[in-house]
Every structure is written in structure tokens, then in C-alpha cells.
């Protein structure tokens, strides 16, 4: 069912120090910052040959990664992104097999939709899945 890594996300306390680390230490092409306010986060792509490396900062009062990032201090991995060729489908299987899928789906930062589910049922890891 599931497809390509579109990305590994890093939750990061200052996405500017974390886009010039990328950029300027690590030589990486990094996208500009964009604002996902229905996710309540800003995130930068750094573009790699087989796959993309999100970093992620709180965006407003209520962001989701704003617990993780107090556990947290120095940022760290904070979810996992496979592509799927059908969500909906998706859904219904992980569903069917007993996991906890996180709210409903919501478009993403590449415009396709995503949706996310429960780390208890991912070994302790965040998995979004997004429509390829
Ligand atoms: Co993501």
C-alpha cells in the first residue's frame, strides 16, 4: 500500500538556523518558508536526490508540535511521509486493521491531501500519509 518516503519532517526551534544549516553547512537546495496555518506550522523542504527533508516550526498559540518541541529543546525526527496512491482507500484499510487515523484528511504542503496516524500503532512513530 504504501509507496514512496516523500520526506522525513524534523521539528526545529529556529527554522532560519535550520535552513542555513541545510543550505550553507550541508550544501542542500532549501525551499522558502511556507505557512500551513490550517496545520499550525511553517516548514521548509530541503530537496534531496531520493527524497525531501521537512523541517518544521510552531506557526500560532495551538500548533500540534508545540508539545514536542518542549520534550525537545534541540528539535528532533518528528513524523514520516509515505505516499499512497489512493487515501481514501487507505483509510478505510488502516481502519479496518484497528489503527487510529488522526482526524481527517487535510491538504498538505505539497497541495495533496494527507493525513496522519496514532505513533502507539507505528512503533512510536508519526506516519502522514499523502495522496501521490
Ligand atoms: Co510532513
Redesign the pocket.
Known amino acids: 500500500m504504501i509507496g514512496r518516503l516523500n520526506?522525513v519532517?524534523i521539528a526545529v526551534p529556529d527554522l532560519d538556523a535550520a535552513s542555513r544549516l541545510y543550505h550553507q553547512t550541508l550544501g542542500a537546495t532549501v525551499t522558502p518558508p511556507q505557512a500551513l496555518p490550517d496545520h499550525g506550522v511553517t516548514v521548509v523542504f530541503v530537496t534531496l536526490p531520493n527524497t525531501k527533508i521537512?523541517l518544521?516550526t510552531p506557526l500560532g498559540d495551538a500548533s500540534p508540535i508545540a508539545g514536542f518541541l518542549a520534550r525537545n529543546l534541540a528539535g528532533g525526527i518528528h513524523?514520516l511521509?509515505f505516499e499512497v496512491a489512493d487515501l481514501t482507500a487507505a483509510r478505510d484499510k488502516l481502519l479496518a486493521e484497528g489503527a487510529r487515523v488522526l482526524g481527517a484528511p487535510k491538504i498538505?504542503?505539497h497541495g495533496k491531501p494527507?493525513l496522519f496516524l496514532h505513533p502507539r500503532d507505528f512503533n512510536g512513530t508519526l506516519i502522514?500519509l499523502e495522496q501521490s
Open positions: 520526506h519532517a521537512e518544521l513524523h511521509c498538505g504542503a494527507v502522514e
